[in-house]
């Protein structure tokens, strides 16, 4: 069974900076994408950031310039380092990740989320 746990999520200033970690476990035999999204109270799940398996990367317009995602060398953990938080960036954030188990076909996973707080 496959597990995505975050970690990193916390309490910071405007003009902060935090590092959120998901690392993947299980049967795992491949990982296409895995990525970051967020959700804010009253508002949809949006996409944050993403990393192919080729590193190939993409981001939400909002965060671009501020927000980096990255990968282990293992790619069974991906991070995102946010710098210059914005009270806007408060939300819950949700590892994804697109993935094949062994002996299984390509399927999505979601981690239980973190919550990202920016507020003085």
């Known amino acids: 069974q496959v597990q995505l746990v975050e970690s990193g999520g916390g309490l910071v200033q405007p003009g902060g900076s935090l590092r959120l970690s998901c690392a993947a476990s299980?049967?795992?035999?491949?990982?296409?994408?895995m990525g970051w999204y967020r959700q804010a109270p009253g508002k949809q799940r949006e996409l944050v950031a993403a990393i192919n398996s080729g590193g190939t990367t993409n981001y939400a317009d909002s965060v671009k310039g501020r927000f980096t995602i990255s990968r282990a060398n293992a790619k069974d953990t991906v991070f995102l380092r946010m710098n210059s938080l914005k009270p806007e960036d408060t939300a819950v954030y949700y590892c994804n990740a697109v993935l094949k188990e062994y002996g299984s076909s390509w399927d999505e996973y979601w981690g239980q989320g973190t919550q990202v707080t920016v507020s003085s």
């Open positions: 299980g049967s795992i035999s491949s990982i296409n994408v």
